[in-house]
């Protein structure tokens, strides 16, 4: 995917989480061990977002491009996040899923 269409996504995706009710805090968090999308609260959650987009009809659908290998490296970038935090808060890790026909939310993804 070219970076124009990463980053529309994104805000695409950005505007959905919104219209759901969470409230964005942060865009494309990055450090030493990788880049976490976006980053947002849901209620007194907060939430790691990954975003991936395909065209409709790809040979890998936007989940199942979610490897163990991006799995780690959203881990520990979410772990450098929270170091912020005195005491974390609760959180968990979620991935919006897009192609022409929509977006599928999947919360709570397991690492």
Known sequence: MSRRRGAAAEAEAARYLERQGLRLLARNFSC????????????????????????????????????????????????????????????RVDALCGDEQGWQWLQNIEL
């Open 32 to 91: 030493r061990w990788g880049e976490i999308d976006l980053i947002a609260e849901d209620g007194d959650t907060l939430v790691f977002v990954e975003v991936r987009w395909r065209r409709a009809g790809a040979l890998v659908d936007a989940a199942a491009s979610i490897d163990g290998r991006k799995r780690q490296k959203l881990w520990r970038t979410a772990q450098v996040y929270l170091s912020r935090y005195p005491v974390p808060p609760p959180c």
